[in-house]
């Protein structure tokens, strides 16, 4: 159960986190003129802080241009796993 711990803590904001951007998101990120909706902006803010964030770890740059294309790819998905696993802080 220790190993879990640090999971368990960080999957208790990160539910949270999916349910809010679940309800603000009307399950879609566009208006229907085309335009991002709020949603779109909120998820392109946190894209932009996780990716500061991974080329700010100590990591080599394979791990890191792999979670930035992690986070690229799968913006909604990718930044959930990026701060539920990435062990960031971690050498």
Do not use: E, H
């Not at 964030?53 to 790819?73: C, E, H, N």
């Amino acid at each position: 159960m220790n190993k879990l711990a640090p999971y368990l803590n960080r999957m208790a904001v990160a539910m949270p986190m999916l349910a809010l951007l679940l309800v603000t998101s009307s399950c879609s990120r566009y208006n229907a003129n085309g335009g991002l909706a709020t949603w779109g902006y909120v998820l392109l803010a946190l894209d932009i802080l996780a990716m500061i964030d991974v080329f700010r770890q100590p990591w080599s740059i394979g791990k890191k241009l792999l979670w930035a294309a992690i986070i690229f790819f799968f913006p909604l998905g990718g930044l959930i796993i990026y701060w539920l696993f990435a062990g960031r802080g971690k050498a």
